[in-house]
């Protein structure tokens, strides 16, 4: 399996499973320390660190924006219409989180353990872009309207583009690094997907609150200060939680 070397020779060389802890551990190995401070709580003191406190503004941010999508989706009319917000709300959901469970994976158990999470939402992520996105376009042949007409949907092909380049391309570093020349060349390759996945996420994110901002969305739930704030609480919490020295490409 790929995962049994360390990624990115990061000199990690703890094994994998600790024989004498059956509990989730945290690499005492790691280079990396996170930031900690004691606060009282009414229990006894205890510890927060800020990447716990970014982590939370991802999820949640994201959570807002999905759910929010799904209650108006799910008190709307029914039109076959309404799939589309519903797949693509949960792909943002999973790409967001997917991308947000990667950030701090610093020992060797941590990304194998990151990496199967981020597997799993991505391809729930492709899975669903692949829908919303056969939804949209059924729908519009069904009434015999123009494609990719508004801003929304021009961005929204190519986000649907990109995303399927980003999926495909990850999945082969990963599943097929032979294809680029070996685990060695996989594992070099795996900083511009990193790289390139922030794009494509930013993207994502456009393309969806320009969905927001059409009439039949606004005339559901007019409230942009909701997506902006969701938009906002997952920009910096992702923001929040880059390290910069592993966005470094060239
Ligand atoms: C990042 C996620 C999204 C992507 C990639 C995406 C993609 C697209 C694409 C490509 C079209 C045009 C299809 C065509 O013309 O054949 C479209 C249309 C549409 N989308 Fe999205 N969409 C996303 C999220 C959303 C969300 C969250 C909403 C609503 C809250 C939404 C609402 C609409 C509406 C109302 C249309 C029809 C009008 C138009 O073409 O602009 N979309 N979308």
Redesign the pocket.
């Known amino acids: 399996m790929v995962l049994q070397e360390n990624p990115e020779n990061d000199n990690i060389t703890e094994p994998l499973i600790d024989p004498n802890n059956s509990l989730p551990q945290h690499s005492a190995t790691s280079s990396y320390t996170e930031p900690t401070r004691s606060i009282p709580t009414p229990i006894g003191s205890t510890t927060f660190n800020m990447s716990f406190v970014f982590s939370l503004l991802v999820s949640v941010g994201a959570l807002l924006?999905a759910s929010t999508?799904w209650y108006?989706t799910s008190t709307a009319d029914y039109i076959f219409?309404i799939w589309?917000?519903t797949l693509?709300?949960l792909?943002?959901l999973m790409a967001t989180n997917g991308i947000l469970v990667l950030q701090k994976a610093e020992s060797r158990q941590e990304k194998v353990a990151s990496l199967n999470f981020h597997k799993a939402m991505q391809s729930i992520a492709f899975l669903s872009?692949i829908g919303?996105?056969y939804v949209?376009?059924t729908?519009?042949?069904m009434g015999n309207?123009?494609?990719?007409?508004?801003?929304?949907?021009?961005?929204?092909?190519i986000?649907?583009s990109l995303?399927l380049i980003q999926s495909i391309a990850g999945s082969t570093l990963v599943n097929f690094p032979g294809v680029v020349g070996g685990v060695a060349k996989a594992k070099a390759m795996y900083k511009y997907h990193r790289f390139s996945g922030y794009l494509v996420l930013a993207?994502?994110?456009f393309?969806?609150l320009?969905?927001?901002q059409?009439p039949?969305?606004k005339a559901q739930f007019d409230h942009l200060w909701v997506w902006l704030l969701a938009a906002g609480m997952v920009f910096v919490g992702t923001v929040g939680r880059v390290k910069s020295s592993k966005l470094k490409v060239w």
């Open positions: 924006f999508v108006i219409f589309h917000p693509m709300s792909m943002l872009i919303g996105f949209i376009t729908f519009k042949n309207k123009e494609h990719f007409a508004s801003p929304h949907g021009k961005l929204g092909v986000t649907f995303i993207l994502i994110w393309t969806a320009g969905g927001t059409n039949w969305v």
